[in-house]
């Protein structure tokens, strides 16, 4: 019965949102103020980690909040001929639990790709290290974003919007290194800025130990690339040897069952005899 209550929710929602007795998103936009206070503080930077800067995040925030709240509706009208306390409830956290599970999607896709981004970030470093050499620290940057792997673009947006802001801290490239928190990028960070704040005569000496430190992570990666390959082949070898085993062991039981029929039907035959 339930069900055919939600299939008749969802059809009149449909009908009422067509026709414009409703309207999902003017809900939304009116109460924007409202709505913008559950939107996590890092949504942004996930989303764009994810799809890249062209992606609308407010649009992605909206679909959110709609497929939240049409949830909740629909639930609410399951109930309808028993609604309470508890059903209310149980209507809210589920609405709530639809709009959570996109952050926690884009979350876990973020924190998935981390060794991915361990490994790409010495490269990208090196291809930095090059524009140092021939520019200022906050144009070089601005000039690696196009050669930058995509999921470094939208943090690096941010670290040379507050740069260009005035801010001439160490904080946004610490902010930068917080949302990568991989392999020596804090400490790649800080040799940054102090490369930032390095006069003419000291960039050469700055540069090179900027360039040693960049040498060094290309090493491991290189080196944890190499152990991923040869853990691969010795986790292909290893299932190779099983399958190989079984396939032997299964060879060798069938012919042992064989001989003992055989044996059996020689017995009988015997005796029959």
Known sequence: MMIEVMILGILLYVILEYNGSISTNKFIVDNQDIFKKLKEKDYDFYAKARYGDSIDVE????ARLKNGLLVIFIL???FISKLNYVNFLFSIIVGYGVYKLNYLTLKRYYKSHLHEIDIML????KNLEILVQHYTVPVALGKSIDEAPEIFRSGL??????INAGDSTINPYMDFARDFPVRDSMRMMRLLYRLSLG????KQEQL????????????KARETRYKERLEKMESKTMVMLISTGIGVMVLLI???LM????SMWSWKWSLFL
Do not use: C, D, V
């Open 157 to 162: 947006n941010e670290l040379i919007a507050k």
């Open 59 to 62: 649009a992605l925030f909206n």
């Open 199 to 202: 006069s003419q005569e000291r």
């Open 122 to 125: 010495p490269y990208y470093l």
């Open 208 to 219: 090179l130990t900027f360039s040693r430190n960049i040498s060094n992570l290309q090493q």
């Open 76 to 78: 609410m009208f399951a």
């Open 259 to 262: 001989l003992f029929t055989s």
């Open 254 to 256: 069938i012919s042992i």
